[in-house]
């Protein structure tokens, strides 16, 4: 056997690197964006369902319930304010609060700043929620009323 058929050269070697570094990068560029996509789908739904739970315990209690924004959009809570007091604000009782996902914001260009829901479960407060995110503006509209909800991309 002569010494040019011995196997691949350096140069060969390179090119096959290269093109499986590119394929691998291509397709974890796309695998994140996916994951990006469920990750902002599943906090839409789960605030969905955290609204829910808002009206159901404002109708269970007999109080008015209030979802909000806090810490520049990157938490929302939930509260009780039985009437007494001057402001919602010094007389509550907190039901949760948790933490928007990574690369997620509420913006403040929302036309809805507060959810308020009264004792029968009707919904005060009514409009739209506008969220940042990684794959571009999310909207959660929440009709009056019953509050009926619906995701916007």
Same mark, same amino acid.
């Given at each position: 056997?002569?010494?040019?058929?011995? *196997? %691949?050269?350096?140069?060969? @070697? +390179?090119?096959? +690197?290269?093109?499986?570094?590119?394929?691998?990068?291509?397709?974890?560029?796309?695998? &994140?964006?996916?994951?990006?996509?469920?990750?902002?789908?599943? %906090?839409?739904?789960?605030?969905?369902?955290?609204?829910?739970?808002?009206?159901?315990?404002?109708?269970?209690?007999? $109080?008015?319930?209030?979802?909000? %924004?806090?810490?520049? *959009? /990157? &938490?929302? &809570? #939930?509260?009780?304010?039985?009437?007494?007091?001057?402001?919602?604000? !010094? #007389?509550?009782?907190?039901?949760?609060?948790?933490? @928007?996902?990574? *690369?997620?914001?509420?913006?403040?260009?929302?036309?809805?700043?507060?959810?308020? =829901?009264?004792?029968? *479960?009707?919904?005060?407060?009514?409009?739209?929620? $506008?969220? =940042?995110?990684?794959?571009?503006? /999310?909207?959660? =509209?929440? !009709? =009056?009323? /019953?509050?009926?909800? &619906?995701?916007?991309?």
């Amino acid at each position: 056997m002569s010494n040019k058929e011995a *196997g %691949f050269t350096f140069v060969e @070697l +390179l090119l096959v +690197l290269t093109v499986t570094m590119i394929i691998c990068s291509i397709s974890l560029a796309l695998g &994140k964006s996916k994951l990006d996509e469920r990750m902002v789908n599943q %906090f839409l739904y789960q605030l969905m369902l955290d609204i829910e739970e808002v009206q159901s315990e404002s109708i269970g209690s007999g $109080i008015f319930s209030y979802l909000e %924004f806090i810490d520049d *959009g /990157k &938490k929302y &809570k #939930a509260y009780t304010w039985d009437g007494e007091g001057d402001s919602p604000i !010094n #007389a509550r009782r907190n039901f949760f609060t948790r933490e @928007l996902p990574e *690369g997620v914001t509420y913006s403040y260009s929302s036309p809805l700043r507060q959810i308020k =829901i009264d004792p029968q *479960g009707t919904f005060s407060s009514f409009g739209t929620l $506008i969220f =940042i995110t990684p794959t571009g503006n /999310k909207s959660l =509209i929440i !009709n =009056i009323v /019953k509050g009926r909800m &619906k995701i916007v991309e």
